[in-house]
C-alpha cells in the first residue's frame, strides 16, 4: 500500500501516527499542532472526499481515543496494538440477505430473502486471523495454549486454521483485555452485507467467478463461468483483490466463524438489525466464506454452513463496534 504523508493530528499528535492513502508522491509530515488539511472545493461545488486514513500505533499498545474514534468514516483503518489485526470501517447501510431462488446451485435454507439494516458503521478485520495474530496471543499467554492446526501449509501469513469456536472466542477475550475495547465475532449478517459489500450478485465481483478471483476447487465451474486448476491448499491472507469495502478474501481459502447459532432456514425470528441469532441449535455456529478445497457454488456470497462448537479445522476474522454518531 502507498502511503502519501503521515500525519500528527491535533490534539491528538501524542496519540496516533495517521497516514493517508492515494498518491505515490510522499509529502513531508506536518509541523506538530497543525490541523489536518482539508481539500477545498470552490463556491458552489461539493467538496471532494477526503481519502482514507489510517491510524497504526507508535507503541505497543495504543488504543484509538475518543476523538479518533468518533472522526472515523468508511475504509479508514487502524489497528490498536503493534501484533493486533488491522480493522476497516465498513458503512451503515441495508441490503437483502439471502438469494433468489433462480440462483444457479443455490441450497435450502439460504431464503426467504430479507432486508438486515445496520444503524452505524461497524469495523471489521481487513483480512482473516493469521497465525502471526494467533501465535502472538499465544506468546502473551492467551488462546488457551492451543496452537491450532496448519495442516502442513505453515504458518507466518497464512489464515489461522483448526480453530474451533472456543478457541476463537479466547482469541477474542485476549484482544479486548488487551486494548481495553470489545473485540468480537461478526454476526451472519454482517458476514454476508461486508462479503456482497454493496453488490447484489452471486459473488461481489459477479455472478461468475474464477481462479483469478478466489481460491476455491475451480475445476468444476459456476453457471458460465471458466473452468480452472484446482487449489493446492490455502494462501496468505492477503492474496487476491479486496471487495469494494477493502476486505481480502471474503469468498474461498477458509471457512470463517460467525456468532450465530445454527438455524436451517431464515424464520420471523431471524433478526433485521444485524444483531447474532442466539436461538436454535448453539452447539452448532453458523460458518461463511467457503474453503480452498470446495467447489465454487459453497463460495457464494449467500452460502451458509455450520460447525460444531467445539470442533471443526475453521478460521475467523474480527469485528468492533464503533463509538460514532448515529446520522
Known amino acids: 500500500m502507498e502511503f502519501v504523508s503521515k500525519l500528527l493530528l491535533a490534539p491528538m499528535a501524542a496519540v496516533l501516527a495517521v497516514s493517508f492513502t492515494g498518491s505515490a508522491s510522499a509529502t513531508k509530515p506536518w509541523p506538530p499542532g497543525m490541523q489536518t488539511p482539508v481539500p ?49 470501517v465498513v458503512p451503515k447501510g441495508s441490503f437483502m440477505m ?36 494467533w501465535d502472538a496471543c499465544l506468546a502473551d499467554g492467551g488462546c488457551g495454549r492451543d ?76 453457471g458460465a463461468g471458466p473452468r480452472g486448476a484446482d487449489s493446492k491448499g490455502p494462501v496468505v491472507v492477503d492474496s487476491y483483490p479486496p471487495n469494494p469495502f477493502g476486505l481480502y478474501q471474503v469468498h474461498g481459502n477458509v471457512f470463517e466463524w460467525t456468532e450465530d447459532c445454527f438455524n436451517k432456514r431464515y424464520n420471523e425470528n431471524t433478526p ?20 480452498w478445497d470446495w467447489m465454487a457454488n459453497m463460495v457464494r456470497a449467500g452460502y451458509r454452513e455450520n460447525g460444531i462448537v467445539g470442533g471443526g479445522g475453521y478460521s475467523f476474522r474480527v469485528v468492533r463496534a464503533l463509538n460514532v454518531p448515529v446520522q
Request: charged share 30%.
Open 40 to 88: 477545498v472545493a470552490e463556491e458552489g461545488q461539493t467538496p471532494p472526499p477526503r481519502a482514507p486514513r489510517q491510524f497504526f500505533p507508535e507503541k505497543r499498545v495504543q488504543p484509538l481515543t475518543p476523538e479518533i474514534e468518533q472522526s472515523l468514516i468508511p475504509k479508514d483503518s487502524f489497528k490498536e496494538c503493534d501484533v493486533c489485526p488491522e480493522m476497516v
Open 98 to 133: 439471502g438469494t433468489p431462488a433462480d440462483e444457479p446451485d443455490r441450497f435450502k435454507g439460504e431464503d426467504p430473502i430479507h432486508r438486515v439494516s445496520f444503524a452505524k458503521p461497524f469495523a471489521v478485520g481487513r483480512f482473516t486471523i493469521s497465525f502471526d495474530e
Open 147 to 222: 496452537k491450532g492446526d496448519d495442516k502442513g501449509f505453515g504458518r507466518g501469513r497464512m489464515p489461522a486454521q483448526g480453530i474451533n469456536f472456543v478457541a476463537a472466542k479466547s482469541y477474542l477475550a485476549w484482544l479486548s483485555k488487551k486494548v481495553g475495547r470489545t473485540y468480537r465475532l461478526p454476526s451472519e449478517s454482517e458476514r454476508e452485507y461486508f462479503t456482497r459489500a454493496g453488490t447484489s450478485t452471486t459473488f461481489w465481483f459477479g455472478n461468475t467467478i474464477s481462479a483469478q478471483d478466489a481460491n476455491y476447487k475451480a475445476s468444476i465451474p459456476y
Open 272 to 291: 433485521v438489525d444485524g444483531s447474532p441469532w442466539l436461538e436454535g441449535n448453539c452447539e452448532r455456529r453458523m460458518l461463511r466464506g467457503g474453503t
